[in-house]
């Protein structure tokens, strides 16, 4: 080989690092914003799951310990299920809050994003039947963040480092966390595909009539059905092209994360489906890279306010975050112990990840036996500390089409027929006009899915479990002793012409469970009428 050959393949060589490079990389500042926006949403978390404490956290609630073991898979990870006692339950709220805290003013910063994942996965396996993609995401990013210097910069960690932060960092870790955005909205639009309404554009007007999931401006967004044709069919072209946020860089990389930050922030103020959007908007963060805090710069100039200013402030916090106790081993050793678990970390889960591709993509998954495939193994040991990829089939591959609500109607002691579930008369009208109201919090909603699931799946007890809470809380709140209670489910098939019309929508019954109270035997109670079944 001649050197010019040589040389031109060198060349070529740092070419392609160096676009792979700038293409991984992300910025020290967004990945400061990034830690103090996790932390709040671990506050947030806590603090919203609060309100159903005793309901869904202890057992004297609908989801005893037992339950959420049942219904966890085998040997996963949670603190929880280590105590029944609503005080320790209580306290490991309060603990989990405290270092979330920690993560965000960034003092031991790993210590404390490792600590989070942990107390993250434990509650979601506390109660796995109010948990959505959005938990599933979250706990993902989460547990990629842990390779990430996130107290770089703007934390007690730096003032501490005493040293100059770095701009920017790339390599595996940032391309891994970069490359799980783009994986759950690719697979998420390969899966909208398989689906008409989607590639027609049908399915965003269909999705915006589900009155059990709309809220807030969604009543008003769906009486412009041409405009949500259009935005829907944009979304789906976003999710197909979104390795686009790998590819592109500078402001072509934001503007094109801007969307999809828009796409989410539409969501937030339409469909009530708990915290997706704020958890993607925390992903997103990540795809902002240097120059876009280069343009704000120049955009705080413009609006009059001087960045040096804003600076001055900062190191004003500098000098409270220098009197917290460091509290550091300071020895050559550790350091090389702490860096070289670190390496073996990221190349351990870096070579899991190739395994798992290469035997479920790759030809030779298919002549190696299942008893013997690597990527077997890997998927347990993802799976019990909750890291394995879902399937990310987000109202795919085809659409709901239909709103839900629920009929529970029991009998009592004297003879009475009530709807125990909606505290009414019997009846199987709608019980609100906006559904999403029957649901006390958006976790609520979660839960019935799980329990209107669980009526047809070996091994869900959680109607059984509902059952018998609603028999004695009946009788200890109301002094009402129930004899029977039975489970429906009614759906309400959505057209693009009923919308808004849920009255001339065709109507169907269906029955999850019956349940006695006490020595009682189950049977049918109060059937629904026949123009509804």
Partial sequence: MTPELSSSGSEYLERVRRGIADRTRIDTRTLAVFRVFVGLLIVADIVLRSRNFSYFYTDTGV???WLAQDLSSDGVFSVYH???????????FVVQILIAIQLIVGYKTR?????????????????????????????????WAIFLPLGERWSIDAVHADRTPRASVTGIAPALILTQMVLMYFINGIHKRESELWTGGEATPLILGLDDMTFL?????????????????????????????????????????????????????????GAFAYVAWAGLL??????????????????????????????RLERVAASVPELRIDSEGWREVKSAVYDVSL?????????????????????????????????????????????WTIFAPHPRTTDRYYVFPARTADGDLIDVYNERPLSY???????????????????????????SSAGNDAPDVLAEHLCE?????????????????????????????????????????????????????????????
């Fill in 63 to 65: 989801v005893p310990q």
């Fill in 82 to 92: 280590y105590t029944s006692d609503p005080t320790v339950i209580a306290a490991l």
């Fill in 111 to 143: 210590i404390a994003t490792i600590l989070s994942f942990l107390l993250v996965i434990s509650l979601d396996h506390h109660n796995p039947l109010v948990t959505s993609y959005a938990d599933v995401l979250f706990r993902l990013l989460l547990f």
């Fill in 217 to 273: 401006l969604g009543e008003t967004v769906r009486t412009f059905p041409t405009l949500l044709q259009f935005g829907g069919l944009t979304w789906y072209y976003m999710l197909l092209f979104s390795w686009l946020l790998l590819l592109l860089v500078g402001r072509q990389r934001m503007l094109f994360a801007l969307m999809f930050v828009g796409g989410h922030a539409t969501f937030a103020v339409t469909v009530r489906i």
């Fill in 286 to 315: 990540l795809f902002f890279q240097g120059q876009v805090w280069e343009d704000g710069k120049t955009l705080l100039r413009y609006a009059g306010l001087e960045p040096a200013r804003i600076a001055d402030r900062l190191s």
């Fill in 347 to 391: 190349a351990v889960v870096a070579a899991s990840l190739i395994v798992v591709l290469l035997f479920s993509y790759a030809p030779v998954g298919a002549v190696v036996g299942d008893d013997v495939r690597p990527d077997r193994h890997v998927d347990d040991v993802a799976s019990t500390v909750s890291v394995d990829q879902p399937t």
């Fill in 429 to 455: 009208d709608r019980p609100h006009d906006e559904l999403q109201q029957q649901y006390g919090t958006y976790r609520e909603r979660f839960y019935m899915n799980s329990v209107r699931r669980g009526g």
């Fill in 473 to 533: 809380t009946w009788e200890e709140e109301y002094g009402i002793e129930l004899t029977h209670i039975d489970m429906y489910y009614v759906n309400e098939d959505i057209t693009l012409e009923t919308i808004d019309t849920p009255s001339e929508r065709k109507t169907d019954v269906h029955l999850i469970q019956r349940n006695a109270c006490g020595d009682h035997e189950p049977e049918e109670i109060a059937p629904p009428p026949e123009d509804v079944r």
